[in-house]
Antibody
């Protein structure tokens, strides 16, 4: 069974840093594209970051470019999101998600339960 | 960036009604369109990939159609368990943007 479990959400001051982790099980992380998606309280979904299988391609939404870094450790079957220079508007539940892996689709077929990041003084 | 506009933002319908949600992209995204369902307090769930491919376990009352810039999610006969917010997402170009969501409620 595919499972994704996020860790690391916390309350942090503006300007602070946080590292989110996503532990994958039931599949080999190194075979799939992965993404982070966030959802601010009471708001819709926002795609945040993407990484391909070998980490050679990374993409970010404009609002986090230069501040967030997506990475993966395939040996540990884990995905990460390093978040620096955090702002109040980064407050959200952050989801780790795995692409379906089916040719002709680029859909997020599996999601974790999310971890809450709160940026506030 | 490609923007996705969804309408309506909310819909209230009776059990058994047909519900249609539309999604429009600001440029041609071919068939790189997915639909997700999110129930309160839960993670999103993929319903449909590549415009019309129903995911395993998703009831057949859900269907998707469209191509290019205009897409539709249809619930043929609304059930109480379909109460949720529905999002479209384009995967043609990065960033893979979502629509703002459509909240479906029971009248």
């Amino acid at each position: 069974e595919v499972q994704l479990v996020e860790f690391g959400g916390d309350l942090v001051h503006p300007g602070g840093s946080l590292r989110l982790s996503c532990a994958a099980s039931g599949f080999t992380l190194g075979n799939y594209w992965m993404s982070w998606v966030r959802q601010a309280p009471g708001k819709g979904l926002e795609w945040v970051a993407h990484m391909n299988v070998d980490g050679s391609q990374k993409y970010y939404v404009d609002s986090v470019k230069g501040r967030f870094t997506i990475s993966r450790d395939n040996a540990k079957n884990s995905l990460y999101l390093q978040m620096n220079s955090l702002r109040p508007e980064d407050t959200a539940v952050y989801y780790c998600a795995r692409y379906l892996g089916v040719t002709g689709t680029r859909s997020l077929g599996y999601w974790g339960q999310g971890t809450l990041v709160t940026v506030s003084s | 960036d490609i923007q996705m506009s969804q309408s309506p933002s909310s819909v209230s319908a009776s059990v058994g009604d047909r519900v249609t949600i539309t999604c429009r992209a600001t440029q041609d995204i071919s068939r790189w369109l997915a639909w997700y369902q999110q129930k309160p307090g839960k993670a999103p769930k993929l319903l449909i990939s590549a415009v019309s491919n129903l995911q395993s376990g998703v009831p057949s009352r859900f269907s998707g159609s469209g191509s290019g810039t205009d897409f539709t999610l249809t619930i043929s006969s609304l059930r109480p368990e379909d109460i949720a917010t529905y999002y479209c997402q384009q995967a043609h170009d990065f960033p893979f943007t979502f629509g703002r969501g459509t909240k479906v409620e029971i009248k």
